[in-house]
């Protein structure tokens, strides 16, 4: 089964979930959300904040493999099916990752 991940789902954030599924879930949106280096003792958290000058379409390349390789690295229980991006219609140039991501070992985890 597969999961639809966005850098908006991030509302509040739980500690201590208990739920896997939804620490997973979370986790991802974090991801999504932090540019990379601004997390004191973890700067090689987040997504590059370098492609943030770049054209829209140079950009969304940047972003699509940056992306894929953050989640797979900082949440090893997940495999990256796709990741889209959509632009903000009332923030012009803003892009919005949205990741579908599929749970290894869903028996394991106990989801």
């Known amino acids: 089964m597969s999961y ?8 509040s954030i739980r500690f201590q979930e208990r739920d896997a599924l939804s620490s997973i ?9 932090t540019p990379r280096g601004s997390v004191p003792l973890y ?8 492609i943030l000058d ?5 950009a969304k390349v940047m972003m699509i493999s ?11 229980r997940v495999t990256v099916l796709d990741v889209e991006l959509a632009e903000d ?13 599929e749970i ?3 028996q394991e985890s106990g989801i």
């Open 4 to 11: 639809l991940v966005s850098a908006t789902d991030l509302r």
């Open 25 to 33: 879930l979370q986790n991802i949106a974090v991801l999504l959300s």
């Open 43 to 50: 700067r090689e958290f987040g997504i590059a904040a370098s």
């Open 54 to 58: 770049r054209p829209i379409p140079v």
């Open 66 to 76: 940056d992306i894929r390789e953050a989640v797979e690295e900082w949440e090893p």
């Open 89 to 101: 219609p009332s923030d012009p140039g803003k892009l919005i990752p949205t990741v579908e991501v």
């Open 104 to 106: 290894n070992d869903e």
